[in-house]
């Protein structure tokens, strides 16, 4: 009988054995590393007056005189990677030779082609979107009123461009509208 127990023993340790090595499971494992890398709206903004790049040189534009018009061009270069909307102005401020007064700044016009630009608070806007390294010219003169008068001889005109720009993708002209209507646009001081 001893036999048979340890043979029966045997046998059941061979089968646990087995019964260990059947509860095996097949694993895998996987992963994927995705990169993804956001668009870019960016806008180079350059302005020459008289063929002299804005900022690179320190001579300024002195002895205008009423119903004078000067070459001042501003270009938007679409230097980002993406199509954007623009919108752009011009703040125009007028110092008097004292420094005692702020005079009337109408007397500053720019040629914005008003058939091409939507104009709304003092900003115009493009009509079309700026694709991608398109550059696109608001104006290119500045024209100072014959109605200037002697109160202006000798004052400080400064001229501020600033241009924005949103988006395209994702912010379509909501239908019926135009591009005064779409969204994104920073909030700006009014000047």
């Not at 534009?61 to 061009?73: H, R």
């Not at 390294?133 to 500045?142: G, I, K, L, Q, R």
């Not at 400080?156 to 994702?170: C, L």
């Amino acid at each position: 009988m001893k036999k048979r127990l340890a043979a029966g023993g045997v046998a059941l340790s061979l089968l646990a054995i087995l019964g260990i090595g059947t509860a095996a499971y097949f694993v895998t494992d996987g992963r994927a590393e995705n990169k993804i890398t956001m668009g870019t709206v960016d806008l180079t903004l350059t302005e020459t007056v008289n063929g002299v790049v804005v900022g690179e040189s320190t001579s300024q534009l002195d002895g205008i005189l009423p119903s004078q018009t000067v070459d001042q061009v501003a270009e938007i270069k679409n230097t980002g990677n993406q199509d954007y909307w623009l919108r752009v102005r011009a703040d125009v401020s007028v110092t008097a030779a004292d420094q005692a007064a702020d005079l009337d700044n109408r007397v500053i016009s720019f040629n914005w082609d008003k058939e091409k630009w939507a104009e709304q608070d003092g900003w115009y806007y493009y009509p079309t979107a700026v694709a991608v390294n398109e550059t696109v010219t608001p104006f290119t003169e500045v024209t100072f009123a014959a109605e200037a008068g002697n109160e202006y001889q000798g004052c400080t005109i400064d001229i501020d461009v600033e241009a924005q720009a949103v988006q395209v993708k994702n912010n379509e002209i909501p239908a019926g509208g135009s591009v005064l209507d779409v969204q994104g646009w920073p909030e700006t001081v009014t000047p």
